[in-house]
């Protein structure tokens, strides 16, 4: 006798991915034959659905009702450490839940973001990571006014009303100054970015409470604005050490940075730190190297990642309510050789 198809209250796209072991939205790519499910994954899935004998048409209506939560992640630079280790982590995080990561470099370029956002729009993923964002951005705003999942990550934007999970930049800003101020240094050089770029601005602003709180006189010729590139930071380096007076620490708004003018102290004869102190910011990998040593400060990108998802993933699915993610991770100064030898 054949067997008696199954009708659509024996099965459910919720039921197939507990017995699978995987989530719904895995369930849905498979059926769909979406390339970014494991072969293997794929197989059991396929296999199960077989098994309980479900047709074409019950699978491509269950699948429907399944949404989504696959997201975007925009970057502003992959070679940057810190961000190699957020993309690493965030991917981690929202593989945990099923979900998978559309990875954007926008490679330091802030005109890039524009196309990115339309890409992933076109893809139609549920929800974006930002951790890259100008100051201004027309299509970000429009997101924000159409409520549209999104969370910027390591940044924030005053005055906007924004989904964030950040490291507190500007009290990780005043702990670098306070370390150099507090070993003597009364001429400090700050290497940042561009001045369009959100997440240095708090760190630019800490430099320069830091000098007022002290009574040291703000000089525009310690600051220089650079891209960033290690070879750009070396440029920056030799500018600051060539002024007539110039300063006997450095403050580098990155490790990336901080990096590119370690290699010009170094070549120009000086010693780190007896003639210039330095220090950086993001405690990538390669800060703590042996032969490096970099005074830097950590913002936890494990904790910035795991928020980040964990907060984007409960916008998606939760889009009647009005929910605001709002954390501010806490920053931690590492004093290492390049400031206290």
Same mark, same amino acid.
């Given at each position: 006798?054949?067997?008696?198809?199954?009708?659509?209250?024996?099965? %459910?796209?919720?039921?197939?991915?507990?017995?699978?072991?995987?989530?719904?939205?895995?369930?849905?790519?498979?059926?769909?034959?979406?390339? /970014?499910?494991?072969?293997?994954?794929?197989?059991?899935?396929?296999?199960?659905?077989?098994?309980?004998?479900?047709?074409?048409?019950?699978?491509?209506?269950?699948?429907?009702?399944?949404? %989504?939560?696959?997201?975007?992640?925009?970057?502003?630079?992959?070679?940057?450490?810190?961000?190699?280790?957020?993309?690493?982590?965030?991917?981690?995080?929202?593989?945990?839940?099923?979900?998978?990561?559309?990875?954007?470099?926008?490679?330091?370029?802030?005109?890039?973001?524009?196309?990115?956002?339309?890409?992933?729009?076109?893809?139609?993923?549920?929800?974006?990571?930002?951790?890259?964002?100008?100051?201004?951005?027309?299509?970000?705003?429009?997101?924000?006014? /159409?409520?549209?999942?999104?969370?910027?990550?390591?940044?924030?934007?005053?005055?906007?009303?924004?989904?964030?999970?950040?490291?507190?930049?500007?009290?990780?800003?005043?702990?670098?100054?306070?370390?150099?101020?507090?070993?003597?240094?009364?001429?400090?050089?700050?290497?940042?970015?561009?001045?369009?770029?959100?997440?240095?601005?708090?760190?630019?602003?800490?430099?320069?409470?830091?000098?007022?709180?002290?009574?040291?006189?703000?000089?525009?010729?310690?600051?220089?604005?650079?891209?960033?590139?290690?070879?750009?930071?070396?440029?920056?380096?030799?500018?600051?050490?060539?002024?007539?007076?110039?300063?006997?620490?450095?403050?580098?708004?990155?490790?990336?940075?901080?990096?590119?003018?370690?290699?010009?102290?170094?070549?120009?004869?000086?010693?780190?730190?007896?003639?210039?102190?330095?220090?950086?910011?993001?405690?990538?990998?390669?800060?703590?190297?042996?032969?490096?040593?970099?005074?830097?400060?950590?913002?936890?990108?494990?904790?910035?990642?795991?928020?980040?998802?964990?907060?984007?993933?409960?916008?998606?699915? /939760?889009?009647?309510?009005?929910?605001?993610?709002?954390?501010?991770?806490?920053?931690?100064?590492?004093?290492?050789?390049?400031?206290?030898?």
């Amino acid at each position: 006798m054949a067997r008696k198809k199954n009708d659509e209250s024996t099965f %459910s796209v919720k039921k197939i991915a507990g017995l699978a072991g995987v989530s719904q939205s895995t369930v849905s790519r498979a059926i769909n034959n979406y390339s /970014n499910v494991n072969a293997e994954t794929k197989a059991k899935i396929l296999r199960i659905i077989e098994e309980l004998d479900c047709t074409p048409q019950q699978l491509a209506r269950h699948a429907v009702a399944v949404p %989504s939560t696959d997201i975007g992640l925009v970057v502003a630079d992959v070679n940057n450490g810190l961000y190699a280790e957020l993309s690493r982590l965030i991917v981690q995080r929202a593989e945990a839940y099923g979900s998978s990561v559309l990875l954007c470099n926008v490679d330091n370029n802030s005109t890039m973001i524009d196309s990115y956002i339309q890409v992933l729009l076109q893809k139609k993923i549920s929800g974006i990571i930002f951790a890259a964002i100008p100051l201004q951005n027309r299509r970000f705003m429009s997101m924000l006014e /159409n409520d549209f999942p999104c969370i910027l990550c390591n940044r924030r934007l005053i005055g906007l009303d924004t989904n964030y999970v950040t490291c507190d930049n500007e009290q990780g800003g005043l702990l670098v100054m306070e370390h150099l101020i507090g070993l003597g240094h009364g001429r400090i050089g700050f290497i940042t970015g561009p001045e369009t770029m959100a997440i240095y601005a708090p760190r630019f602003g800490a430099y320069k409470k830091a000098l007022e709180l002290h009574g040291i006189e703000y000089d525009s010729s310690l600051v220089v604005h650079t891209v960033y590139r290690a070879d750009a930071a070396n440029a920056a380096a030799r500018t600051l050490l060539k002024i007539p007076d110039p300063p006997t620490a450095i403050f580098c708004v990155n490790d990336t940075l901080a990096m590119g003018a370690l290699d010009y102290i170094i070549s120009s004869g000086r010693r780190v730190p007896e003639d210039v102190a330095l220090a950086g910011y993001d405690n990538t990998p390669i800060s703590n190297h042996s032969a490096i040593q970099l005074t830097t400060v950590d913002c936890s990108a494990a904790q910035l990642a795991m928020r980040s998802v964990d907060g984007l993933l409960r916008l998606i699915k /939760n889009p009647s309510e009005k929910i605001r993610i709002q954390e501010v991770v806490p920053p931690r100064l590492l004093v290492r050789r390049t400031t206290v030898g």
